[in-house]
């Protein structure tokens, strides 16, 4: 058995009257992030995860923000094409780790349905799948809540 890790990062501005998207569930926010698709950065940042572990570049390669196909785009269809990829290679996910870095609005009543969300989309079970949120501590971009972020490792395995 080939074990292999990836590690993924995604950061997207915010701005009053957008929509805010994180792990494939829309939250109530006064912010939302921006960006080409539904800028929902714990997706793109466990898509990069994927993609990295098994050397099949970045989510950008595969979905470039320069195409018209994937404008507005709801990131938890990037995720099936991104696992689809993963599957036509040979390759199975082992877990995914994450950590979402934002001030508001707070993530963890919102925990669970994300990991539903996303462990439906990736095929596996719901505790195969962490996610964990913090604050920046009201320091740099984050702490100005003018951008969110996200960080993501995976193991698969073939």
């Known amino acids: 058995m080939k074990v292999r890790v990836g590690f993924g990062f995604d950061v997207h501005q915010l701005k009053a009257g957008k929509e805010l998207w994180l792990g494939g569930i829309k939250l109530s926010h006064s912010k939302g992030a921006v960006g080409h698709s539904d800028a929902d950065v714990l997706i793109h940042a466990i898509c990069d995860a994927l993609l990295g572990a098994s050397g099949m570049r970045d989510i950008g390669f595969h979905f470039p923000d320069t195409s018209s196909e994937f404008k507005g785009i709801d990131s938890k269809i990037l995720l099936t094409r991104v696992n689809d990829l993963l599957i036509q290679e040979g390759y199975?996910?082992?877990?995914?780790?994450?950590?979402?870095?934002?001030?508001?609005?707070?993530?963890?009543?919102?925990?669970?349905?994300?990991?539903?969300?996303?462990?439906?989309?990736?095929?596996?079970?719901?505790?195969?799948?962490?996610?964990?949120?913090?604050?920046?501590?009201?320091?740099?971009?984050?702490?100005r809540e003018e951008g969110v972020c996200a960080y993501a490792v995976a193991l698969i395995q073939k």
Not at 122 to 129: K, S, T, W
């Open 92 to 143: 199975s996910i082992g877990n995914i780790d994450c950590t979402l870095v934002l001030e508001q609005p707070k993530i963890n009543p919102h925990i669970v349905d994300m990991k539903k969300t996303l462990a439906a989309i990736l095929n596996v079970e719901v505790n195969d799948i962490a996610i964990k949120a913090t604050t920046n501590e009201q320091m740099g971009y984050v702490g």
